[in-house]
């Protein structure tokens, strides 16, 4: 991918991808010795018109996990299919582990429906009329995980048409 590749070369201050918090929270284990508190960060990083990651990160301090986060994200960075720049081909349902997440194409000027991190990851993508609904668990990170997993599964009617070696008019 071209756009991760700009991302590494290019300087420091300026910076191609949008980045968002999704969870950062205070990890505490438990030892013999006492409570050892860490930080875990997920991140989502994206340039508005279909690129999209997600990453997880974990540090003795904020910052450093929200670092590793963001290097996870640009390495898992994935494109997103989208329709006429706006919304998503079609209905499509994820899961990751308890968390189930539902997203359908909106008409125009509907907006982003969705909650959390599927609201996160949605806006983060440029998709800007989606309908979500997250069932089951609602943990910030797989619900996050099931909306990049949906996105990953959407398919537009030139590539369907593509992969069975037809016209689209022919569908």
């Known amino acids: 991918m071209d756009n991760r590749d700009n991302y590494k070369k290019m300087d420091p201050k300026k910076k191609l991808l949008d980045e968002r918090v999704i969870n950062l929270s205070r990890v505490t284990k438990v ?3 006492g409570r050892h508190m860490r930080f875990a960060a997920t991140m989502a990083v994206g340039d508005g018109k279909g690129l999209v990651g997600i990453g997880t990160g974990k ?3 904020a910052t450093e996990a929200i670092k590793k986060a ?3 994200a640009n390495k898992n960075l994935v494109k997103v299919s989208l329709v006429d720049g706006r919304t998503i081909p079609h209905e499509a349902i994820a899961t990751c582990g308890k968390s189930k997440v539902m997203i359908k194409p909106a ?9 959390g991190a599927a609201r996160a990851i949605l806006e983060i993508a440029g998709i800007k009329d989606v309908v979500s609904k997250s069932l089951g668990s609602n943990t910030k990170v797989n619900v996050a995980k099931a909306t990049l997993s949906a996105l990953q599964s959407e398919r537009t ?11 689209v008019e022919e569908l």
């Open 107 to 115: 008409s125009e000027g509907a907006g982003i429906v969705a909650g």
């Open 70 to 72: 963001l290097q996870a």
């Open 59 to 61: 540090a003795n301090e």
């Open 157 to 167: 009617a030139e590539q369907i048409a593509e992969l069975r070696g037809k016209k």
């Open 31 to 33: 030892t013999k010795g």
